[in-house]
Nanobody, 127 residues
Framework: QVQLVESGGGLVQAGGSLTLSCAAS????????MGWFRQAPGKERECVAA????????YSAESVKGRFTISRDNAKNTVTLQMNSLKPEDTAVYYC????????????????????WGQGTQVTVSS
């Protein structure tokens, strides 16, 4: 079992930056591939970025490529999503998630692969 707590959300103007952090506790370390998902009102939850257990491989959604960067620090049990050049369409609740069954090199993008979820943090980008 692992518990995930997100932080760093808030209100920012378009073009600005935010850094989201996810702190993991419980059975942690490098045992899980990690992902950041988001859900906007009226829309399905989507994966914006994911990172493998060993940190060597990442996935980024087309809509955020070149703007968002995912990274992890296994010694600190944290995963970070650096979000730059934010747009109003990035407004959503952002969730951190852990995939316990992934191979060391795998960064999955599918929601069903993730067993553990944080409570979410709101990101609002004003125009």
């Amino acid at each position: 079992q692992v518990q995930l707590v997100e932080s760093g959300g808030g209100l920012v103007q378009a073009g600005g930056s935010l850094t989201l952090s996810c702190a993991a506790s419980g059975r942690t370390g490098s045992n899980y591939a990690m992902g950041w998902f988001r859900q906007a009102p009226g829309k399905e939850r989507e994966c914006v970025a994911a990172i493998s257990r060993n940190g060597d491989n990442t996935y980024s959604a087309e809509s955020v490529k070149g703007r968002f960067t995912i990274s992890r620090d296994n010694a600190k049990n944290t995963v970070t999503l650096q979000m730059n050049s934010l747009k109003p369409e990035d407004t959503a609740v952002y969730y951190c998630a852990a995939n316990p069954g992934a191979r060391s090199w795998y960064a999955g993008r599918w929601e069903y692969e993730y067993d553990y979820w944080g409570q979410g943090t709101q990101v609002t980008v004003s125009s």
